[in-house]
């Protein structure tokens, strides 16, 4: 099964039942926390996946240890 | 999860686990060495400074957990700077830790399953125990103890005639700073992560919950703890010499796995390498699971949210992205581990003792 797919589905599901709960008990402090993790979570992978050549973590980190 | 009071007990369980964790089954230094019980006492030399300053931080704030004596200790605006470093650092160590999982498996036996269903299989068990509080989280890890150290003394007596004493000689005539720079990386991936660890056990109670006691009894667990762990870590290493030998060794990426698969009592008592994989599993769970908690509390305490586990999910989805980009093979893992010794190097012993500073700083203040 494609990887995106997984990520799609489970991030759905946060939402559905985690997310808007939350937003409905109006837990605002930690619906917001809890968005931004999400999102920076859905960023990180689409940017990983799309082979955009920020330098990785793995780069800079390869870079690093070269020069260590 | 704040409130929730762990027993000596449980707390020693979860310290030792944590400590084997990741030293126990991988190759991550290339440390195929007959010195390396050397490495492992120099690793608990090294990481001696970082036990002890972590000791001290405890008794100035008995039952309190790393994010409230950072605050406390260095006040708002400096406590929120060293928070945030310490949030990424528990991300890193909690990534590190599911990634070592996924790979372990996928090479041992799902080679074509994508990481990212190992990884959220392990992360939503994490989560699940996690969501009940500490003291569950902390009732698992004493039940599953005597079954992983039994297992442990189980593996090594049924190998025992695997044994070649031959591989342990010469020692000693290796060279002191590769020895030494072994002994920093089992430093950084176990002793020296007791800095994260007194975050998740620093409400050690005493029976009666008395926190005057839980000086006593964090002392009792760290020193303990660090002298049974650095026994243990010692055995496995050198049977996996021992069994393997120094060329071998080099070469594995999971020596202790490969290790015990070579044992077999008269075909009758064959394949214990699947314990072998039960008992990593299940102790890098516990490195996850307080990875885990310790940074969910550093995000609730830095947000100011007071149910730290409502965040547990979208954290542990964000580690798992976070473990996917880390490194893309098992073969980078090595490098990785190499670069982890210098990085972690900063939380565990620089940082720590600012925090001390600070602490004794404003002690003395209020003395006068």
């Not at chain 2, 600070?358 to 002690?363: G, M, N, P, T, W």
């Amino acid at each position: 099964m494609d990887e995106k797919i997984i990520i799609i589905a489970v991030s759905a599901a946060m939402v559905i039942f985690e997310l808007i709960p939350l937003f409905r008990e109006k837990q605002i402090r930690i619906a917001s926390v809890y968005t931004v993790l999400l999102s920076l979570g859905a960023i990180l992978f689409f940017i990983a996946d799309s082979g955009l050549k920020i330098p990785g973590i793995n780069d800079i980190l390869k870079a690093v240890t070269e020069r260590i | 999860m704040e409130k929730s009071k762990i027993t000596p007990l449980s707390a020693a369980c979860i310290y030792i686990l944590f400590m084997l964790s990741s030293v126990q089954v991988l190759n991550l230094f290339e440390s195929g060495r007959s010195d390396l019980w050397v490495s492992v006492l120099i690793s608990v030399l090294f990481s001696a400074p970082t036990l002890l300053i972590c000791l001290r931080l405890c008794s100035l704030f008995p039952g309190e957990d790393l994010f409230s004596v950072i605050y406390k200790s260095c006040g708002r605006f400096f406590g929120a700077v060293l928070t945030v470093f310490y949030i990424i650092y528990a991300l890193f160590v909690t990534a590190i830790s599911f990634r070592f999982i996924s790979e372990f498996v996928r090479t041992v036996s799902f080679p074509k399953t994508p990481p990212i269903v190992i990884l959220s299989v392990f992360a939503y068990l994490c989560c699940r125990t996690l969501k009940y509080g500490k003291r569950v989280f902390s009732r698992f890890c004493l039940c599953i103890f005597p079954f992983i150290i039994a297992v442990i003394f189980l593996i090594a007596f049924l190998s025992a005639d695997l044994y070649d004493v031959s591989s342990f000689r010469p020692v000693l005539l290796g060279d002191l700073p590769q020895i030494a720079s072994v002994g920093l990386g089992i430093s950084s991936f176990s002793f020296g992560e007791t800095v994260l660890l007194i975050g998740f056990i620093s409400s050690v109670s005493s029976s009666n919950g008395s926190l005057g006691l839980a000086k006593k009894n964090m002392g009792r667990v760290v020193l303990w703890g660090s002298a049974v762990s650095a026994l243990l870590i010692m055995g496995i290493m050198m049977s996996n010499v021992l069994i393997l030998g120094e060329e071998t060794m080099k070469r594995m990426y999971f020596p202790y796995y490969v290790a015990v698969s070579l044992v077999d009592v008269d075909d009758f008592i064959t394949h214990i390498e699947v314990i072998a994989v039960i008992i990593f599993i299940l102790s890098l769970i516990v490195k996850t699971g307080v990875g885990l908690g310790v940074t969910a509390e550093g995000i609730s305490k830095l947000f100011r949210i007071k149910q730290p586990e409502k965040i547990l999910f979208p954290l542990a989805f964000f580690i798992i992205i976070l473990a996917l980009q880390l490194f893309y093979s098992a073969q980078e893992m090595t490098l990785f581990a190499e670069l982890n010794k210098y990085i972690g190097l900063v939380f565990q012993l620089p940082l720590p003792l600012v925090i001390l500073i600070c602490a004794e700083v404003r002690r003395l203040r209020r003395e006068k």
